[in-house]
T-cell receptor, first 115, second 112 residues
Framework: DTGVSQDPRHKITKRGQNVTFRCDPISEHNRLYWYRQTLGQGPEFLTYFQNEAQLEKSRLLSDRFSAERPKGSFSTLEIQRTEQGDSAMYLC?????????????FGDGTRLSIL | SQKIEQNSEALNIQEGKTATLTCNYTNYSPAYLQWYRQDPGRGPVFLLLIRENEKEKRKERLKVTFDTTLKQSLFHITASQPADSATYLCAPFLSGNTPLVFGKGTRLSVIA
């Protein structure tokens, strides 16, 4: 169990640019979640996959945000035309979806700073 | 909409004492409640899960209670140590398939 891995750990970009983050979940986990966290707040849910199917999206997820999990393994989160308000920590979590409830395991996030 | 309140933004206690953190929720009836620990610059780490039919759960120096009448969970750390200093997040949720909704967290500082 190597844990949930996120890349990059930090991203600094200018307003208006596109950014893409990657998440590699724990290998046997079929559920993958994206959250966003700003300073002094708890993580806020963005979207959720079961295998390759995107099952739920938050109202927070504007049309500038898109997420994929093409083969049911790693996932990418893309933000187009970034805005100052997109500055946050983006967290990925994974869990096993079968049998007794299993808690979500989080990666250490990608910190995005918009200049 | 679901609302989760954690008692305070910050809590300072002396080493060796028991820390008690509070999580209150309104406008829903969760079947489960989880507590996570988060260190600066890191992702949350799962600590304990308690179900609605369980009054109390323990793990080493940690104890969680879940009072569905009061709509409250208490999280206790006994014999606290400076290494317990972190932000603690609660996440009441309805079922295993639902994404988590977190409180803002309580930042605990244990002073030697």
């Amino acid at each position: 169990d190597t844990g949930v891995s996120q890349d990059p750990r930090h991203k600094i970009t200018k307003r208006g640019q596109n950014v893409t983050f990657r998440c590699d979940p724990i290998s046997e986990h079929n559920r993958l979640y994206w959250y966003r966290q700003t300073l002094g707040q708890g993580p806020e849910f963005l979207t959720y996959f079961q295998n390759e199917a995107q099952l739920e999206k938050s109202r927070l997820l504007s049309d500038r945000f898109s997420a994929e999990r093409p083969k049911g393994s790693f996932s990418t989160l893309e933000i187009q035309r970034t805005e100052q308000g997109d500055s946050a920590m983006y967290l990925c979590a994974s869990s096993s979806g079968s049998g007794v409830y299993q808690p979500q395991h989080f990666g250490d996030g990608t910190r995005l700073s918009i200049l | 909409s679901q609302k989760i309140e954690q008692n305070s933004e910050a809590l300072n206690i002396q080493e060796g004492k028991t820390a008690t953190l509070t999580c209150n929720y309104t406008n829903y009836s969760p079947a489960y409640l989880q507590w996570y620990r988060q260190d600066p610059g890191r992702g949350p780490v799962f600590l304990l899960l308690i179900r609605e039919n369980e009054k109390e759960k323990r793990k080493e120096r940690l104890k969680v209670t879940f009072d569905t009448t009061l709509k409250q969970s208490l999280f206790h750390i006994t014999a606290s140590q400076p290494a317990d200093s972190a932000t603690y997040l609660c996440a009441p949720f309805l079922s295993g398939n639902t994404p988590l909704v977190f409180g803002k967290g309580t930042r605990l500082s244990v002073i030697a």
